[in-house]
């Protein structure tokens, strides 16, 4: 499965992006789904996950109340609203494809990642 994530960019601190990720084949649609992101200097965190049927969703504290992940399985890809964006949500995003129908926290409970979307916001 290859993974293609899209929709960074910059925006101002308040603004909103809405970030893409297509899965080359629907094989995706029967696992679980997340985005991570990576700031400079920092460890890889889990930002936001989805169940295989979209059903079930879980956020970091950090971005609960301002991201939307949702996922159309038809399409096989994966999106992450993102409004309210702060300084702090500057980062390189990726998507991933979890070993299972379900989400984890964990990075090494998935098995394949896109080649990441840079989003910078300015105060």
């Known amino acids: 499965v290859q993974l293609q994530a899209s929709g960074g960019g910059l925006v101002q601190a308040g603004g909103s992006l809405r970030l893409s990720c297509t899965a080359s084949?629907?094989?995706?649609?029967?696992?679980?789904m997340a985005w991570f992101r990576q700031a400079p200097g920092k460890e890889r965190e889990f930002v936001a996950g989805?169940?295989?049927?979209?059903?079930?969703?879980n956020y970091s504290d950090s971005v609960r109340g301002r991201f939307t992940i949702s996922r159309d399985n038809a399409a096989s890809t994966m999106y992450l609203q993102m409004n309210k964006l702060k300084p702090e949500d500057t980062a390189l995003y990726y998507c991933a494809v979890a070993r299972s129908s379900f989400y984890s926290v964990r990075r090494e409970d998935y098995t394949y990642w896109g080649q990441g979307t840079q989003v910078t916001v300015s105060s």
């Open positions: 084949r629907r094989t995706a649609s029967n696992n679980g």
């Open positions: 989805i169940t295989w049927r979209g059903g079930g969703t």
